[in-house]
């Protein structure tokens, strides 16, 4: 679900909407999971694509600075787990485990120096999922703006931006339960959550979600939600990622250096923020929110 607002000339208002949306869908299309250019890609292992090579030219970057916690080469996995829409979730078998241990590597995606070209080594799989949201997000505000809506606010799924010069309350979703565990004003920045509650099942009273650690391909099992806040969709949605598997004192120097502010939930409902975020934040969910707080 895409969430559009505008504040300003209703009919400028109206036509940038409706460039946002048709914008939207070539974004979900293009980087998707079905037949996409993805697909092309984790096919014949070579695309000449100028936006791709930008996207997975960042997300290599990410992997680099995180010290391998954002992974780009994970669709094999991700669809063994049944993740990425292939088939329902489930366990995966060990064979499947081996198959993707042989190449999980993103070492094995390739740029080349035409600034356009993406290679991708024998048996590596690409997945977007992890930054072509908030990329997307981030384009629908650029798209906004420069179509003359000068504020407004897109948020798609939980990848948020907000922009101009109004002040937004945005709500951190309970993890949970229902309603929100805190709301955080939030002007000209955007907002992105990872957390084990979208794409989840519950196996023998255990938890398995699909973010996913990339040295185990096991899912990550440190937090409920990571929040991040920064200036663009893409940065926030990479790290919220990043620090949703390698843990917030891991990463809290490289969201500091990058004037990034967090909020994270772990499994026992207990709530950590940056300086800023701190004061709108509880300590924990509390006992009237721990509707569903295990598995």
């Given at each position: 679900?895409?969430?559009i607002?505008?504040?300003?000339?209703?009919?400028?208002?109206?036509?940038?909407?409706k460039?946002?949306?048709k914008?939207?869908?070539r974004?979900?299309?293009?980087?998707g999971y079905?037949?996409?250019?993805i697909?092309?890609?984790?096919?014949?292992h070579?695309v000449?694509d100028?936006?791709l090579?930008?996207l997975?030219?960042?997300g290599?970057?990410?992997?680099?600075?995180s010290?391998?916690?954002?992974?780009?080469?994970l669709?094999?996995?991700?669809?063994?787990?049944?993740f990425?829409?292939?088939h329902?979730?489930?366990?995966p078998?060990?064979e499947e485990?081996?198959?993707?241990?042989?190449s999980?590597?993103?070492?094995?995606i390739h740029?080349?120096?035409?600034?356009?070209?993406?290679?991708t080594?024998e048996?590596?799989?690409i997945?977007?999922?992890?930054?072509?949201?908030?990329?997307?997000?981030?384009?629908?505000a650029?798209?906004?703006?420069n179509?003359g809506?000068?504020?407004g606010?897109?948020?798609?799924?939980?990848d948020?931006m907000a922009f101009?010069?109004?002040?937004w309350?945005?709500g951190?979703k309970?993890?949970?339960g229902?309603?929100?565990?805190?709301i955080?004003?939030?002007?000209?920045?955007?907002?992105?959550?990872?957390?084990?509650y979208?794409?989840?099942?519950?196996?023998?009273g255990?938890?398995?979600c699909?973010?996913?650690?990339?040295?185990?391909?096991?899912?990550?099992?440190?937090y409920?939600?990571?929040t991040i806040?920064?200036p663009?969709?893409?940065q926030a949605?990479?790290?919220a990622?990043?620090?949703?598997?390698?843990?917030i004192?891991?990463t809290?120097?490289?969201l500091?250096?990058r004037?990034?502010e967090w909020?994270?939930?772990?499994?026992?409902g207990?709530?950590k923020?940056?300086r800023?975020?701190?004061?709108?934040?509880?300590?924990r969910i509390?006992p009237?929110?721990?509707?569903?707080?295990?598995p």
């Amino acid at each position: 679900i895409v969430e559009i607002q505008a504040l300003g000339n209703e009919t400028d208002a109206r036509a940038a909407m409706k460039a946002v949306a048709k914008e939207l869908k070539r974004i979900d299309k293009k980087f998707g999971y079905h037949a996409s250019l993805i697909t092309d890609l984790n096919t014949s292992h070579k695309v000449k694509d100028k936006e791709l090579y930008n996207l997975i030219q960042y997300g290599i970057e990410i992997h680099r600075i995180s010290g391998g916690a954002f992974s780009l080469a994970l669709r094999p996995i991700l669809d063994a787990w049944g993740f990425s829409g292939t088939h329902p979730y489930h366990l995966p078998s060990d064979e499947e485990f081996n198959k993707w241990e042989i190449s999980k590597n993103d070492k094995g995606i390739h740029l080349l120096d035409d600034n356009e070209s993406v290679y991708t080594e024998e048996g590596v799989g690409i997945d977007v999922g992890g930054i072509a949201k908030g990329y997307g997000v981030d384009r629908a505000a650029s798209i906004m703006t420069n179509m003359g809506v000068d504020t407004g606010l897109i948020n798609a799924g939980g990848d948020i931006m907000a922009f101009g010069e109004h002040t937004w309350q945005i709500g951190i979703k309970n993890p949970r339960g229902p309603g929100v565990v805190a709301i955080i004003p939030v002007q000209n920045k955007a907002v992105a959550t990872s957390g084990d509650y979208e794409r989840f099942f519950i196996n023998n009273g255990k938890r398995f979600c699909h973010i996913l650690n990339p040295q185990t391909g096991l899912p990550a099992r440190r937090y409920m939600s990571v929040t991040i806040i920064g200036p663009t969709c893409r940065q926030a949605d990479a790290w919220a990622t990043a620090v949703f598997v390698m843990g917030i004192d891991d990463t809290k120097s490289m969201l500091e250096e990058r004037g990034l502010e967090w909020m994270v939930i772990d499994l026992s409902g207990k709530i950590k923020a940056s300086r800023h975020l701190k004061k709108y934040c509880p300590d924990r969910i509390t006992p009237s929110q721990q509707k569903d707080l295990n598995p």
